[in-house]
C-alpha cells in the first residue's frame, strides 16, 4: 500500500504534467494559427497568379482567333475571287451551248410542225373527199329510196284499189244470194248480215313502216345528229304519242330523213313505237 509520501509526489507529478500539456497545447494553437495566416496568404498569393495568368491566356487566345479569322476571311475573299473569274470564264461557253441548243430545238420543232401540217392538209383532203363521196352516195340513196317508196305507195293504193273492187264485188254477189233465198222462201224476210270487209292497212301506215324500215340501216348524218335531241325533247313533251306525220310537218323534213332520225332515237332506246305513236322513253 502506497505511503502518503508517495500519493503526494503522484499527485505533485501529475499536476506538473497538466501543466506542461497545458503548455503544449497552447503552442501548438499559435503554432497552428501561424501555419493558416501563412497558407491563406499563400492561397491568395497564388489566386492572383492565376487570374493573372487567365486574363493574359484569354487576351492571347482572342488575338489569335482574330488573327485566325482575318486569315480565314483573305482566304475565303481569294477563293471567291477566283470563283467568279472561273465562272465568267464558263458562262460564255454555255451559253453558247444553250443557244445553240434551243436553236436545234426550233428547228427541229418548225420542221416537223411543218411536216404535221403536210400530213394535216393530206388528211383533210381525203377526209373531204371520203365525205363528198359519202354525201353523193347518200343522196343516191336517197332517191333509190323516194323512188322505192314511191312505186311502193302506188304498188299499195292498186292493191287497196283492187281489193275494194273485189270487195265490192263479193257484197254485191252476197246480196244477189241473199234476194235469191228470200225469194225461194216465199218472200220471208230473213236478215243476214254482210260479210265485214277486211280492213286494209292506210297507206299513211304502210308508208311509215317502209320508211322506217329503210332507215334502219342509215347512216347517222350531222343532220341526224343536230336534229334529233330536238325531236326527243318534242317527244317528251307530248306524252301521248306523235305519229310521224306530226313530226314531219313539225320539223319540215321529208318522211326519209325523220324515219332516219326516229330510227336513231329508238336505236339508242330514248324514243319507242306503240302501233303508228312515237312516245319517249
Do not use: C
Not at 484569354?58 to 476571311?73: F, H, I, T, W, Y
Not at 270487209?197 to 342509215?218: D, L
Not at 345528229?225 to 310521224?244: K, M, Q, W
Not at 306525220?245 to 330523213?257: D, I, S, Y
Amino acid at each position: 500500500m502506497p505511503t502518503r509520501e508517495e500519493m503526494q509526489s503522484l499527485a505533485e507529478e501529475i499536476v506538473g504534467s497538466y501543466e506542461d500539456r497545458a503548455v503544449s497545447i497552447a503552442e501548438l494553437r499559435e503554432t497552428v494559427k501561424v501555419d493558416l495566416k501563412e497558407f491563406q496568404n499563400s492561397r491568395t498569393a497564388m489566386g492572383r497568379e492565376l487570374r493573372a495568368d487567365l486574363a493574359k491566356g484569354v487576351a492571347d487566345r482572342k488575338a489569335a482567333v482574330s488573327a485566325e479569322l482575318k486569315e480565314l476571311n483573305r482566304t475565303r475573299a481569294a477563293m471567291s475571287k477566283e470563283l467568279k473569274t472561273d465562272l465568267a470564264k464558263s458562262v460564255t461557253p454555255l451559253k453558247q451551248d444553250v443557244g445553240g441548243m434551243l436553236k436545234g430545238f426550233n428547228d427541229a420543232h418548225a420542221a416537223m410542225s411543218g411536216e404535221l401540217r403536210a400530213d394535216l392538209a393530206k388528211v383533210r383532203l381525203a377526209l373531204e373527199e371520203e365525205d363528198k363521196k359519202r354525201q353523193s352516195e347518200a343522196r343516191e340513196f336517197r332517191g333509190e329510196l323516194g323512188k322505192v317508196v314511191a312505186e311502193g305507195k302506188a304498188a299499195t293504193r292498186t292493191l287497196l284499189r283492187d281489193f275494194g273492187e273485189v270487195q265490192a264485188g263479193a257484197r254485191d254477189e252476197w246480196q244477189k244470194l241473199t234476194a235469191t233465198i228470200r225469194a225461194k222462201r216465199g218472200g220471208l224476210v230473213v236478215e243476214v248480215k254482210p260479210v265485214e270487209p277486211v280492213a286494209a292497212a292506210p297507206v299513211e301506215e304502210v308508208a311509215e313502216e317502209e320508211a322506217v324500215a329503210h332507215a334502219q340501216v342509215a347512216e347517222v348524218t350531222p343532220e341526224i345528229t343536230a336534229i334529233r335531241d330536238r325531236v326527243f325533247e318534242y317527244l317528251a313533251n307530248h306524252p301521248d304519242g306523235t305519229r310521224l306525220a306530226e313530226l314531219e310537218e313539225e320539223f319540215g323534213l321529208a318522211r326519209v330523213q325523220m324515219a332516219r332520225v326516229v330510227r336513231n332515237l329508238i336505236d339508242e332506246n330514248k324514243v319507242e313505237k306503240r302501233d303508228l305513236l312515237y312516245f319517249a322513253i
